[in-house]
């Protein structure tokens, strides 16, 4: 496992847990949040943005954690471990809560220095309409290579937990 990616809804806990797993795997992470977002919520132009993408990639090791759905098919063509958290909406909607009233007005560690923590109702209905809109695209991308490559699905906290602790019980075998 040398390129792992962690995909879900905002607040699912991608970020945790690649840092979590980097702290285990000894592999760089890159959030993608913190590449995307220009000074002051400014997106990257799609040019710049695929090209960066397809930078971090072409590394050898990595666990990118991050949505962004139109440049998914990149990212998962180069993982050798997928792991789509697949967390329950009300969770997801606590969490961007929580990370709201944590990093008031701060930056997260996972964001561009200039992006002071915010939330909005856009950002939020975007949370809660994350199943109806594109949980189902996911879980189809995910079974078509699912042959080839290997693909976790996280329902929930403890199975997140389960697998931090298989993961740092191999390592120290």
């Known amino acids: 496992m040398n390129r792992i990616l962690v995909i879900g809804s ?20 890159i ?15 799609n040019d710049e943005w695929d ?5 971090f990639t072409n590394k050898d090791q990595w666990i990118i954690d991050g949505n962004y759905s139109r440049t998914m098919d ?15 909406r009300l969770l997801c909607i606590y969490r961007i809560i929580k990370r709201r009233i944590m990093y ?6 996972d964001m561009n220095k200039e992006c002071p923590e915010k939330i909005d109702w856009e950002f939020v209905k975007w949370v809660w309409n ?12 995910l079974e078509q290579i699912r042959e080839n490559q290997q693909v976790i699905i996280i329902k929930t906290r403890k199975q997140v937990d389960q697998l931090i602790d298989r993961l740092e019980k191999e390592r120290n075998i």
């Open 10 to 29: 905002g607040g699912s806990g991608k970020s945790t847990l690649s840092q979590k797993l980097s702290k285990i795997l000894n592999l760089p992470v």
């Open 31 to 45: 959030h993608l949040d913190t590449y995307f977002w220009n000074p002051n919520w400014i997106p990257k132009p």
């Open 51 to 55: 090209m960066l993408v397809e930078q």
């Open 74 to 88: 990149i990212r998962i063509k180069k993982a050798d471990l997928i792991i789509f958290l697949d967390m329950p």
């Open 104 to 109: 008031h007005k701060k930056t997260r560690p």
């Open 130 to 141: 994350y199943r109806k809109r594109s949980r189902m695209n996911t879980i189809k991308k």
